[in-house]
């Protein structure tokens, strides 16, 4: 069976702050800066500038444009760069391994994805694989579990995944080797390896390649 590595998208490949501030400056119509948003869930974020009677109601208006169910929400996809050295790694990954891109974003969006992989270049930009539209929306736990039925059988040697709990689904599938990605989630570095990480990074530069090649 052919060998594959599992990598999740937002956060990780993708830096999403300057896209993620950019809307919380379009609901709140007021200026916050990009280094406001990163480690901070939505509902945190949002009660420093909210009453707590209001926080679900903007909360579940910034998904539904984040996830492209409202037409603003396109204005803002041009905002997400890749992560440094990102692609430089996962094109040599590539020519060992099938690169498969999974994220919670909703399958609705699969086009979008594909089309911001292709203009990157990042490699196998096709392979991409999101949540159920329902399944997310009705229960954003289940996202990633969602996603995961879907991916193509393959030998996962690897993970890359910035969200320690999602690494209990990978242990279910067996993959040997999950490696967290620690720049945007503010946590203690040991909550990773609690949660199953043989390997934490904060940049792509220090993607253990040695140890895959």
Known sequence: MHKGILVDIDDCILNVTRRKAAIYSYLLNKKIK???????????????????????????????????????????????????????ILRILSKKFTIVYISNRLESMKQITI???????????????????????????????????????????????????????????????????MKYIVLDEKKFYENGANYVIRSWKDFPLNDFL
Do not use: M
């Open 115 to 181: 089309s911001q992989l292709k203009k990157f270049n990042f490699p196998n930009y096709t392979h991409v694989y999101h949540a159920d539209n329902e399944t997310f929306l009705s229960n954003p736990l289940e996202g990633r579990k969602s996603v995961l039925s879907k991916i193509p059988k393959l030998d996962y040697v690897a993970v890359i995944d910035d969200l320690p709990e999602n690494y209990r689904y990978y242990k279910i599938l067996n993959i040997p080797k999950i490696i967290g990605f």
């Open 34 to 88: 990009v280094k406001e948003v990163i480690g901070k869930r939505t509902a945190e974020f949002l009660s420093k500038y909210l009453p707590s009677s209001k926080i679900e109601k903007y909360r579940e208006k910034f998904w539904r444009i984040a996830l492209c169910l409202e037409n603003e929400g396109y204005k803002f996809i041009d905002l997400d760069k890749p992560e440094p050295h990102s692609r430089r």
